[in-house]
């Protein structure tokens, strides 16, 4: 928990970190856009037509509109999540690269090609998405509380790579590396609590990633 708390502390504490999070934020609407419109847009025929197999009678198509809205807002915390995690290396590597140096001095000065970034976002997609999808699932559960795990091993397994990345350790070797720190379990407990509160989870979001590479930098003694 001390590492998300102190990762958002110092985010949104300093300023000047702030510049940091305009393009990741922005790339991130994008993407999140290029995603839901199609869907929004295509959901809800689709699902006036599973119900005409059923053979009951057909509700108007503003009733599935507004069923697809709910369900949209149900999840799109999940979806905004789960696409800063598949490119978490591209996004967040200029904030991480800044709490480290800020905090312990130095950091490594290694810079992932594009073409080695998106190669680590495409292995990434799996994984996160399938988290991503349990976590929609188990956020059926009293208070959403079941999606906290699933939420949380999504991001012990994708904000911990900015700071991998730099040591030229990718997906999944990363993953497994990140699994093994003491406070891995913490760590993602936190976030995926975190992430069950809208509007909350995307302002601690960049606290999530500075608290990752400060859980990297102090608990693996192979990237002092």
Not at 37 to 49: C, D, E, S, Y
Not at 50 to 66: F, K, L, N
Not at 108 to 134: E, F, M, N, Y
Not at 176 to 199: E, K, M
Request: charged letters at 10%; one cysteine or more; proline letters at 6%.
């Amino acid at each position: 928990m001390r590492y998300v708390l102190g990762g958002v502390q110092m985010v949104w504490s300093d300023r000047s970190l702030r510049r940091y999070l305009i393009a990741p934020f922005l790339w991130t609407i994008v993407v999140f856009l290029a995603v839901m419109i199609p869907l929004r847009l295509w959901l809800p025929g689709f699902l006036g037509q599973q119900w005409e197999r059923t053979g009951w009678s057909q509700p108007p198509m503003w009733v599935w509109w507004i069923v697809v809205t709910l369900i949209f807002l149900f999840i799109s915390s999940t979806i905004f999540f789960m696409i800063n995690g598949i490119l978490s290396g591209l996004l967040w590597e200029n904030l991480s690269r800044e709490v480290e140096e800020r905090l312990y001095g130095t950091a490594p000065q290694h810079k992932t090609s594009l073409a080695r970034g998106i190669a680590d976002a495409v292995a990434r997609i799996p994984s996160t998405v399938g988290w991503s999808l349990l976590g929609i699932v188990l956020g059926f559960t009293p208070f959403g509380l079941g999606a906290a795990y699933p939420n949380g091993r999504m991001c012990i397994n994708d904000f911990t790579s900015p700071a991998y990345s730099r040591r030229q350790l990718y997906f999944p070797a990363q993953k497994v590396r990140a699994n093994t720190l003491r406070s891995a379990g913490s760590y993602a407990w936190t976030c995926g609590l975190i992430s069950l509160f809208p509007i909350v989870n995307l302002i601690c979001l960049p606290g999530m990633i500075a608290g990752a590479t400060m859980m990297v930098r102090t608990e693996d003694p192979t990237c002092v």
